[in-house]
Nanobody, 123 residues
């Protein structure tokens, strides 16, 4: 089992920045890919960014490319999402997820999920 806890969400003005963190605990000795997803009110969950275990492979949704940066520190079992130039349309609950032994862009293939952290961007 892996437990994931997100932090770093909050209220920010458009153009501002936030840094989300996702701390993993439990069976973290195995390799796992990590993803950030978000769900805006009234919308489906969407992928934001994904990173492989060693960080050599990353993916960004077109809507965040050039503004968001995903990174990880395996020594701390933590994944980060640096969000710059935030827009009101980035407002959502952000979730991190872990895919054991792999790397995927498909949300349903993730094994563990955090509880989510709210990001609100005011205009």
């Amino acid at each position: 089992q892996v437990q994931l806890v997100e932090s770093g969400g909050g209220l920010v003005q458009a153009g501002g920045s936030l840094r989300l963190s996702c701390a993993a605990s439990g069976r973290t000795s195995s390799s796992y890919g990590m993803g950030w997803f978000r769900r805006a009110p009234g919308k489906e969950r969407e992928i934001v960014s994904v990173i492989s275990y060693w960080g050599g492979s990353t993916y960004y949704a077109e809507s965040v490319k050039g503004r968001f940066t995903i990174s990880r520190d395996n020594a701390k079992n933590t994944v980060y999402l640096q969000m710059n130039s935030l827009k009101p349309e980035d407002t959502a609950v952000y979730y991190c997820a872990a895919k054991m032994g792999g790397y995927t862009l498909v949300g349903s293939e993730y094994d563990y999920w955090g509880q989510g952290t709210q990001v609100t961007v005011s205009s």
